[in-house]
């Protein structure tokens, strides 16, 4: 390969074969870059592409990841087999096109194969990606790829405050952020008593070289060590009793068993992001397309805030020294006035890393979901084809003047389709349509955090002990050794292929019997998430009856990763020991779901439901207020009460007019000199209003006591009418947090 970064060739509209080879000058990205254009536009594959060709020149790049595809980096089979594509075939495309997998996978082996050697790449150059980079996929808060421990982010800084207040305070206010909008807290940074206090909180910590953790932070948030907040006493503007209920709703988030997997994992240290312990650069993939939003900002914006304050400590330079990839800015960076916790770092590293040789590298469907200045922050545009003509108009108000006219401008937007796109560089003289290169990654589109999580074992497994990182936890759940290299799980002589496996003492004998250990998390639908670990016999040898055996119930602090000494270890059935780690990780989270199927108490009345678990008696008890209906309906009964009551008045101020009419009328026709009976058509329009108010009032009195009756009916529980409900979670509903094959012994 050259020394350029090969992205493509240029592409006549005119038709004829493709031109010159196209290589960016590495130096180029310092100024950044955009990849824009619509879904199947092959926006994803000049991405992949251009991600594999810094890494060959030994540039590292952190992606940020929000839907999936860019773990596709990590599909690089080197041989170009059929069994190596096989497991990652859409069955439900292949089904569509008259497939069975073997052949599907035969015809995306030659795909590949062909379409590489057509751009002049095969499998030499795929060995030396392999060899130049080492490939992470990070899954903050989830343990299916490598966890990222984002609270350890509350660690003192490694240089003096003082030194770094602007970009430390940026930290801190992106922490704080993200922090409250998990608990559902929208905080204003300069109106919010939650955001004040916990940034000064931080803030003060850090100034003292301490270190801050949620456990701390939530007690602090009860009783700071300051007595004010700015020039006001603290209990003035946020007093105990409010500070409480942000300490429960912290503490909450802190209990939850789902955010366990935010506490632990790798750092976020930045250097250990662009770096291999062995100094080769580092693929980090910062996988969050299974996080919410709130969640993803979060973690974008923390990243993106600790890559800010790396930066503005790295000497400058020209030449590249790291790239930021994000592979769809919606959201993060969005015209004014909208301020995401994201966007003020962004910006900062748009104006001010090319300094220190770092460059940042957008994707987005749409030129409209990126700020203005951010686009004029860039130096390359790769703009693929377009679905609204706003999207046009942006691209080409910013195109005029790079010496083509406007009209021509419009002809190369319009000459854009699958794989081509316009390439304005500011540091050529004219823009260029480019036809991106094949791909060396197998772009099997977006991964699902299941199929992340069977591909870092795969890993994990297959990587020589020599290349494995002695200061990471191991997705395969081999335990690295003070070397470096690994301690293996046990002589065992049945083991499954790529599979971890454990020891569990229960008898203390020399005899091991395999189970399957499972440790999970389910969340029944209006109940929170349960998590427990369990271990299924091993005694079938079809995978469809992995999990039918009755578990145990396992305490995981009693599992051991290496054996006490020699055992005496049964068979594991044929059918699951020549299983692959993917094969058995699917068929358990198929048929988990099943397994925990549970029985619970349903209260036709209120509409309540049990907690699994719960028996019919303390239900009864817990539902005897009523819950949220009897709420709903008490609310109801207060509001027709007070209407009652303003009726009643009504109708009084009505009897009061009435008499008051009928008195005039006589009066008048006493003493009057008129003809006919004066008065008489008021008295009739006095007295229906009465009756009008008399017939509200009424309809009232029946509406309360049928209130009152509700109300009693449903806060008299008795449990006999509760009805049984088997509920089954759904695959979505269960998360497999641990499997191994268990030797119980």
């Known amino acids: ?167 430390l305070r940026d930290e801190i206010a992106g922490f704080v952020s993200g922090l409250l909008a998990l608990v559902k807290i929208d905080a204003d940074p300069l109106r919010s008593s939650e955001f004040i206090l916990l940034s000064q909180l931080i803030e003060t910590a850090w100034r003292a070289g301490q270190a801050m953790s949620l456990e701390s932070l939530i007690p602090a948030v009860a009783d700071p060590p300051f007595d004010k907040m700015g020039a006001l006493p603290l209990e003035t503007v946020y007093p105990r009793k409010e500070r409480q209920r942000l300490m429960m709703a912290l503490n909450n988030l802190l209990a939850a068993p789902a955010f366990a997997a935010w506490r632990v994992g790798e750092p976020l240290d930045v250097d250990r992001l662009f770096r291999a312990a062995d100094g080769r650069p580092r693929l980090s993939i910062v996988y969050t397309a299974h996080l ?57 590293l748009l104006k001010q890393a090319r300094a220190q040789g770092v460059g940042i590298v957008l994707g987005t469907q749409n030129p409209v979901d990126l700020d203005y200045k951010g686009l004029t922050n860039i130096g390359l545009w790769l703009v693929g084809r377009l679905q609204a003509e706003q999207d046009k108009a942006r691209l080409r108000d910013g195109l005029i003047g790079t010496g083509v006219n406007a009209g021509d401008i419009d002809k190369l937007l319009d000459a854009t389709r699958k794989r081509v796109f316009l390439m304005h560089d500011v540091h050529r003289t004219k823009p260029v349509l480019v036809h991106s290169r094949w791909a060396m990654s197998y772009l099997r589109g977006p991964l699902t955090r299941d199929e992340i999580a069977g591909l870092s074992m795969e890993i994990a497994s297959a990587a020589p002990a020599g290349r494995r990182s002695a200061d990471r936890v191991s997705t395969s759940g081999v335990r690295p050794d003070a070397s470096g290299g690994v301690v293996p799980p046990g002589a065992a002589p049945a083991s499954m ?28 639908k209006g109940v929170g998430e349960t998590v427990a670990t369990r271990a299924y016999p091993l005694r079938s040898a079809s995978l469809a009856e992995l999990l039918e055996g009755d578990p145990i119930d396992v305490l995981e602090e009693a599992v051991r990763e290496l054996p006490p000494g020699p055992l005496r270890y049964a068979a594991v059935p044929e059918g699951v020991h020549v299983a692959t ?125 049928s209130l009152e009756k509700d109300i009693a009916a449903l806060t008299s529980v008795n449990p006999d009418r509760f009805e049984p409900r088997t509920i089954v979670p759904s695959r979505t509903q269960v998360k497999v947090l641990r499997s191994a094959l268990l030797w119980v012994y």
């Open 1 to 167: 390969m050259g020394k350029g970064l090969y992205i493509g060739k240029e592409f006549d509209p005119r038709g004829g074969p493709l031109g010159a080879r196209v290589e960016l000058d590495p130096s180029d990205l310092v100024t950044h870059g955009l990849i824009v254009g619509m879904t199947g536009s092959g926006k994803t594959g000049m991405g992949i592409a251009m991600i594999e060709e810094l890494l060959l020149q030994g540039v590292p790049v952190l992606a940020i990841d929000p839907k999936g595809d860019l773990a596709d980096l990590l599909l690089l089979f080197q041989n170009l087999d059929a069994p190596s594509f096989a497991p990652w075939i859409d069955p439900d495309a292949a089904r569509r096109e008259g497939k069975d997998l073997q052949r599907a996978a035969v015809e995306a082996a030659e795909q590949w194969k062909n379409g590489l050697a057509e751009w002049g790449l095969g499998t030499t150059e795929m060995a030396e990606l392999a060899l130049a980079r080492e490939a992470v996929v990070f899954t903050p808060g989830s343990e299916a790829g490598i966890p990222l421990n984002i609270l350890q982010s509350l660690d003192p800084p490694t240089v003096p405050f003082a030194s770094a207040e602007e970009d």
């Open 292 to 348: 919410s939003d709130e969640e993803r900002l979060f973690v974008t914006a923390l990243l993106l805030n600790k890559v800010k304050t790396w930066v503005r400590q790295q000497s400058g330079t020209t030449s590249l020294r790291a790239v930021v990839y994000i592979d769809e800015i919606f959201g993060y960076f969005p015209p004014h006035p909208a301020n995401p916790p994201t966007k003020k770092p962004l910006l900062t």
């Open 497 to 524: 292929s790529g599979f971890p496996q454990a020891f569990l003492p229960v008898a203390g004998k020399e005899d091991a019997t395999p189970f399957l250990l499972v440790k999970y998390a389910v969340r029944y």
């Open 581 to 705: 780690s993917r094969m058995i990780e699917k068929a358990i989270r198929d048929r988990l779901p099943d397994r925990l199927a549970v029985t619970v108490w349903a209260d036709p009345m209120t509409g309540a439901a049990s907690e699994p678990g719960e028996s019919a008696a303390t239900f009864a008890a817990r539902v005897g207020g009523g819950g949220a209906k009897v709420t709903k309906l008490r609310e109801k009964l207060e509001k027709k009460k007070r209407d009652l009551a303003a009726r009643e008045e009504e109708m009084a101020g009505r009897k009061t007019e009435k008499w008051a009419a009928l008195g005039s009328a006589v009066i008048t026709n006493v003493f009057g000199r008129g003809r006919g009976l004066a008065g008489a058509s008021t008295v009739l329009t006095k007295n229906r209003m009465e009756n009008a108010a008399e017939a509200r009032v009424a309809g009232l009195r029946q509406e309360i006591a």
